[in-house]
Nanobody
Framework: QVQLAESGGGLVQPGGSLRLSCAAS????????VGWFRQTPGKEREGISC????????YYTDSVKGRFTISRDDAKNTVDLQMNNLKPEDTAVYYC?????????????????WGSGTQVTVSS
């Protein structure tokens, strides 16, 4: 069974960039659509981006469109999230998860395996 681990979080100033990486072990990513989610205290976990198996399906929630870019490298078993022009409201714990599908309009389907998350803090 696939296991996921996020990395790349940290503290960054507004306007800065971070690159998060979701690495899979125990199984290949080839067979999975993958989503990135984030959660802040007191709020539900939000699906912000996902990528399908064939890369033809990519989704971004409105609040990150034009700033975040999702990509996958099946040879390295990773799905990355490049985050540019970060804002204080992007502060959250970011998680990756395998999902049933990625719909370009509606986003990620049901989730299965989760990573443990990585903290992103955007503050001056």
């Amino acid at each position: 069974q696939v296991q996921l681990a996020e990395s790349g979080g940290g503290l960054v100033q507004p306007g800065g960039s971070l690159r998060l990486s979701c690495a899979a072990s125990g199984s290949s990513f080839d067979w999975y659509s993958v989503g990135w989610f984030r959660q802040t205290p007191g709020k539900e976990r939000e699906g912000i981006s996902c990528i399908g198996i064939t890369r033809g399906s990519i989704y971004y929630t409105d609040s990150v469109k034009g700033r975040f870019t999702i990509s996958r490298d099946d040879a390295k078993n990773t799905v990355d999230l490049q985050m540019n022009n970060l804002k204080p409201e992007d502060t959250a714990v970011y998680y990756c998860a395998t999902v049933d599908y990625c719909d370009p309009t509606y986003g990620p389907g049901s989730t299965h395996t989760w990573g443990s998350g990585t903290q992103v803090t955007v503050s001056s």
